[in-house]
């Protein structure tokens, strides 16, 4: 009887933690979906430490979405943040999300990056 209940505790506690496993979406909510988080179109700026200094990012909004990621002059190593600045953004367009795989050896750069698009995403003014 004390299994039974030990194994039906443990079935419980994984659906739980199961599903606090969400997509992390862009806007204010990060369960809700892209299309009821809705920016007034334009540029934002915004910059985040990566291994060696700030990464300043500009990322492009239309109404529902983000449109472009631009990285702009920063410190990183060339050879290790390439692919991140390259990678990243267009899974960040593509997705609509920053729940991106980081890329391995560059996690300072993939966090500086991340962040700097996260702190766009939370200036940019909603409509109301």
Known sequence: MLKRIISLSLCILMIFSLSSCATNTVGSDPSAPLDSAIYKAGEYTASAKGNFGDI???VTFSDT???SIIVGENQETPD???PVFEKLPKQIIDGQTLKVDMIAG???SCKGLLDAVEDCIKIA???N
Do not use: S
């Open 56 to 58: 300043p990012v500009t």
């Open 65 to 67: 979405e983000i449109l």
């Open 80 to 82: 290790i943040a390439k």
């Open 106 to 108: 560059a996690t300072n």
């Open 125 to 127: 003014p909603k409509k």
